[in-house]
C-alpha cells in the first residue's frame, strides 16, 4: 500500500514528507498522490498480466505528469475526450499506445484522433462506424477499430447481474445480433481496420465471476466471427474495474490473481471454440490510481447533534467537500479517514466528516471514528481518493479545486495546481 505512516509526533508522512509541511507549503485541501505507489501499481499490473497490454483508464485521474508515468511503467493509456487526447499528447506519449472511448465522439474528436495516429478507436454505433470510415476514407487513412460491446453483463463490487439484455447507452448488445453487425460493417468498411472486440462489465468488481461470464460471451462472439466471416480477430480487450478496499471491510481480490483467472479463462475458451488466443488487453484505472492519493483536509469545525434516543453524532467540517470528492453523495460510496497531524489518546467517537457546501448531503466520511479531541486546525487524511475524486471535481459554490502534490522519497512537486479565484472569475465574461 501507500508508504504512509505515522511518525514520532503522530503526524502522517507520505512519500516520506510529513503532512503538517505539505500543507503549510500547499495549503488544503490537497491530494498527496505517492508517485512510487502508483508506479508500483502500474508496474504490478503491468508483470502480472505478462501476455496481456494494459491500458491506464484515465478518466480515473488525468495529468501531463501521469501519463509520462504511464507510459515509462510501459503501459497504454486509454482516454475518453478530446481534453484527455490534448493532455497524452501534450505530456508527449505515443499516440499508438492510446485507445480512444465514448458513446458520443465528436466529428472533431475523431479527427483529431484519425490525425495524431491514435492506436485504437473503439466504436459505439453504427453510426460512429459510418462517421469515422468517411473521415478516415476522406483523408486516405485507416482507422484501427475495436467494437463495444455489451455482453449482459453487469457487475459491481461482488455481485454480477448477468441478463439477456441491458438497459443501457453503452456498446452493441451481443444477443440482439448487433454486435456481429458491427463486425461485418467495420470489416467491410474501406476506411477501418478490424482489431477486435472490447467488453468494459462496470467498476470496483471484486471478483471475477463477472468477467468470467463476459468472456465467454464475448469469445463465442469472437469465435462466430472466425467462422462465418473468416475472420480471426488478433484483439481482445475486456475493460476495467477491477476493484480496491475503500474500508476494512472491502476484501477485493488480488490483481494478480483476477490476472490469472481471466488469462486461463480466454485460454480455456478459445480451445472450446478452437480460434486462435487473441492478444488480450485490460483497462485498470481506480485500482492503479486510487490507493495512490489521499486528500488531506483542515477542519474548520466541530459540532455535536443530538440525535434521537438521547444519542448524537460529531460533525466534523473540513475545509473541502463535495466539490473535491463526490463520490459519497454521488454513490454513497464509503471512505475511512484518521487525524493525520498530531497524536491524540482521546477516547474515539463515532463522526461524520462533512464538508462546506450548501447542501446537507455534502458528506465525506460517512462514519469514522475519530479522536474525541478532534478540534479546528486538525488536519484530517482520507485515503484512497486517487480515483474519480479530482477527475469529477466541480467548482460548486464557486470553491476552487484543490491541487495534486505529487511526493518521493521526502520531495514533494505540484502537478496540478490549486485553482484560484481568478481561475474561476476567467470566464466570467464581466457584467454585460
Ligand atoms: N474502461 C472503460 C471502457 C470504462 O468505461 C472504465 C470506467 C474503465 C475502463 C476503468 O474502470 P476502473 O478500472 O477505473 O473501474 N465514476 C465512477 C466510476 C465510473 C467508471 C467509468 N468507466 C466511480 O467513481 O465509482
Not at 438497459?167 to 482489431?195: M, N, P, Y
Not at 487473441?278 to 485498470?284: D, G, T, Y
Request: proline share 4%; net charge negative; with cysteine.
Amino acid at each position: 500500500s501507500m508508504t504512509a505512516l505515522k511518525n514520532a509526533d503522530g503526524a502522517l508522512e507520505i512519500g516520506g514528507l510529513d503532512v503538517r509541511e505539505l500543507v503549510a507549503e500547499h495549503g488544503s485541501p490537497a491530494y498527496v498522490l505517492d508517485e512510487a505507489d502508483f508506479r508500483a501499481r502500474a508496474r504490478a499490473f503491468k508483470e502480472g498480466f505478462k501476455n496481456f497490454d494494459v491500458y491506464y483508464a484515465g478518466k480515473a485521474f488525468l495529468c501531463t505528469t501521469v501519463v509520462r508515468w504511464v507510459m515509462e511503467e510501459g503501459l497504454n493509456l486509454d482516454i475518453c475526450s478530446g481534453g484527455e487526447l490534448a493532455t497524452a499528447l501534450r505530456a508527449g506519449a505515443d499516440p499508438a499506445r492510446l485507445g480512444f472511448h465514448g458513446n458520443n465522439k465528436s466529428v472533431s474528436e475523431l479527427t483529431r484522433a484519425l490525425e495524431a495516429g491514435v492506436g485504437r478507436i473503439i466504436v459505439d454505433s453504427f453510426h460512429e462506424i459510418e462517421r469515422l470510415d468517411a473521415l478516415a476514407v476522406e483523408r486516405g487513412l485507416v482507422a484501427p477499430v475495436m467494437i463495444r460491446v455489451t455482453a449482459g453483463v453487469e457487475a459491481h463490487t461482488h455481485e454480477y447481474i448477468a441478463t439477456a439484455h441491458e438497459d443501457q447507452k453503452f456498446g452493441f448488445s451481443i444477443t440482439s445480433g448487433d454486435g456481429f453487425e458491427a463486425v461485418s460493417r467495420v470489416q467491410r468498411a474501406e476506411g477501418l481496420e478490424l482489431l477486435g472486440l472490447h467488453s468494459h462489465i462496470g467498476s470496483q468488481i471484486f471478483d471475477s465471476s463477472g468477467f468470467e461470464v463476459a468472456a465467454k460471451r464475448v469469445l463465442a462472439l469472437h469465435a462466430r466471427v472466425s467462422t462465418e466471416l473468416g475472420v480471426d480477430m488478433p484483439e481482445l480487450d475486456l475493460g476495467g474495474g477491477f476493484g480496491i478496499a475503500y474500508t476494512t471491510q472491502d476484501d477485493p481480490s488480488d490483481p494478480h490473481q483476477l490476472a490469472t483467472e481471466l488469462g486461463k479463462i480466454v485460454e480455456h475458451e478459445c480451445k472450446a471454440f478452437d480460434v486462435e488466443v487473441p492478444r488480450v488487453s485490460i483497462e485498470p484505472g481506480r485500482a492503479i490510481v486510487g490507493p495512490a492519493v489521499c486528500t488531506v483536509y483542515e477542519v474548520g469545525t466541530v459540532k455535536e447533534v443530538e440525535l434521537d434516543a438521547g444519542a448524537s453524532r460529531t460533525y466534523v467540517s473540513v475545509d473541502g467537500g463535495m466539490s473535491d470528492n463526490i463520490r459519497t453523495a454521488l454513490y454513497d460510496a464509503d471512505y475511512s479517514c484518521t487525524l493525520a497531524g498530531r497524536r491524540s489518546e482521546a477516547e474515539p467517537t463515532l463522526a461524520r466528516v462533512v464538508g462546506k457546501h450548501c447542501e446537507s448531503g455534502d458528506i465525506v466520511v460517512k462514519d469514522e471514528f475519530l479522536p474525541s479531541d478532534v478540534r479546528p486546525g486538525d488536519l484530517l487524511a482520507v485515503p484512497g481518493t486517487g480515483a474519480y475524486c479530482r477527475s469529477m471535481a466541480s467548482n460548486y459554490n464557486h470553491v476552487p479545486r484543490p491541487p495534486v502534490i505529487a511526493v518521493r522519497d521526502g520531495q514533494a512537486r505540484v502537478v496540478v495546481r490549486r485553482e484560484t479565484e481568478d481561475d474561476l472569475l476567467a470566464l466570467d465574461m464581466g457584467v454585460q
